[in-house]
């Protein structure tokens, strides 16, 4: 099986956690992703983000990764996204992709994050230093 998991949680999520299922003896590369909440967005202060996702996110990721997988059928895979309350640092969302390879490990793995982006329905809720907030969709 080349995707190995998929998710949309509430909880803390890293590409440490996801990387031993993913990575296997046949593997010579192996490339993560971490989307990290930063601390401003477009020359503004961002203090916190709030992350929202529709029901079907959760099949929408396992699609998003199934056609990557299918894209790219030397690699294995997994994807989460994190939705919830988010603070500066925190990692919103995590990928890992292994392959024999890095050339094709790095092609998928940038595949999915930007599949994940523009497919799955989440959206991002951001509080700005100076009191604003507003909200992004993935989905335009």
């Known amino acids: ?7 949309i949680v509430e ?12 990575v296997a003896p046949e593997h010579g590369a192996a490339v993560t992703f ?11 202060g961002v203090e916190r983000l709030v992350y929202e996702s529709h029901p079907l ?4 990721i396992a699609e998003v990764a199934a ?3 299918a894209a790219h059928p030397e690699v294995r895979l997994s994807v989460v996204h994190r939705v919830g309350q988010l603070s500066i640092g925190d990692v919103a969302l995590a990928a890992v992709v292994a392959s024999a390879h890095r050339r094709e490990a790095f092609a998928a ?3 999915l994050v930007d ?14 230093s100076d009191g604003d907030d507003e ?5 335009e």
């Open 1 to 7: 099986m080349s995707v190995i998991r998929t998710g």
């Open 11 to 22: 909880t803390p999520i890293s590409t440490d956690d996801l990387e031993p299922a993913v």
């Open 34 to 44: 971490s989307g990290i909440i930063r601390d401003h967005d477009s020359g503004r």
């Open 57 to 60: 996110a959760e099949s929408q």
């Open 67 to 69: 056609a990557v997988a």
């Open 109 to 111: 793995c940038a595949a």
């Open 115 to 128: 599949e994940v982006k523009d497919k799955v329905a989440i959206w991002k809720h951001q509080y700005f």
């Open 135 to 139: 909200w992004v969709g993935a989905l």
